[in-house]
């Protein structure tokens, strides 16, 4: 009887276990926490360089008009892509390579992270990382989760598929309802700073519509901040990231 107690309460703990050694990771989510111990996931790089990178692209509507700007400014981003949006729109990705810009996976596409997918979660990203490779003409370095939510199974995902995890020093908050230039640039300025990994969005995919705009229009007054303080801009191939940190 004992024995059998035994066995059913290991059965009953064993989803508990699971479910936490795929979570606990995630907790680098908390800026306080990756700062402090993982300054590479944190995007500390060179202190006179900030990172400038952009999620959930490409987009067709929106993405043409940062890399005009991007040129126009004189500026080169880090682009973190969905796979299955790099397929459909291969000319896109390709003009992004030629025009300097780093191409970096950001998923497949964006699903919610909470439930372990060991298997799914490494066809996803190999594909994802494959897609943007044949189509960019480049190995990709870097991977940042959908919602920067790092679990256990996308952690080895990412390495298994040779990628660097990277989340951001600082985010604009630019997906977000009623967001605008000067709250975006304000959600920034508290923890921009030399060596940080700016995060910002090129698409409204997965955020609030038509706030790919604000993010534009905040893009010129963000790079006159960064170069009055003396920082360089440019994208994570520059930025002095240690990759195995």
């Known amino acids: 009887m004992v024995s059998s107690r035994r ?4 059965a009953a703990a064993a989803p ?40 959930d692209g490409p987009d067709a509507r929106s993405t043409p008009y940062f890399l005009r700007e991007l040129d126009r400014l004189g500026v080169r981003a880090t682009f973190f892509l969905q796979g299955a949006a790099v397929l459909r729109h291969r000319g896109l990705v ?11 996976v950001h998923c497949w596409e964006h699903k919610p992270p909470w439930l372990p997918r060991p298997v799914a979660d490494r066809e996803d990203l190999a594909r994802a990382a494959a897609a943007v490779h044949s189509t960019g003409g480049a190995r990709p370095r870097w991977y940042r989760p959908p919602y920067g939510v790092l679990t256990a199974t996308r952690w080895r995902a990412a390495r298994r598929a040779g990628l660097c995890p990277v989340l951001w020093t600082a985010w604009g908050r630019d997906w977000e309802p009623g967001a605008d230039t000067g709250g975006v640039l304000a959600q920034l300025g508290g923890r921009l700073g030399g060596g940080a990994t700016v995060l910002l969005h090129d698409s409204d995919r997965n955020s609030a519509p038509g706030s790919w705009r604000v993010t534009l229009s905040a893009l010129p007054h963000l790079l006159a901040r960064c170069r009055d303080a003396g920082w360089r801009v440019g994208p994570l191939a ?4 240690a990759e195995g940190g």
């Open 16 to 55: 508990v276990a699971v479910a936490a050694w795929h979570i606990l990771p995630a907790a680098s989510w908390l800026p306080a926490v990756r700062a402090l111990l993982l300054p590479t996931l944190d995007g500390r790089g060179s202190p006179d360089h900030v990172a400038l990178t952009f999620d």
């Open 94 to 104: 390709r003009s992004m390579a030629a025009e300097g810009h780093e191409l970096a």
């Open 7 to 10: 066995v059913a309460a290991a």
């Open 238 to 241: 520059e930025h002095g990231l």
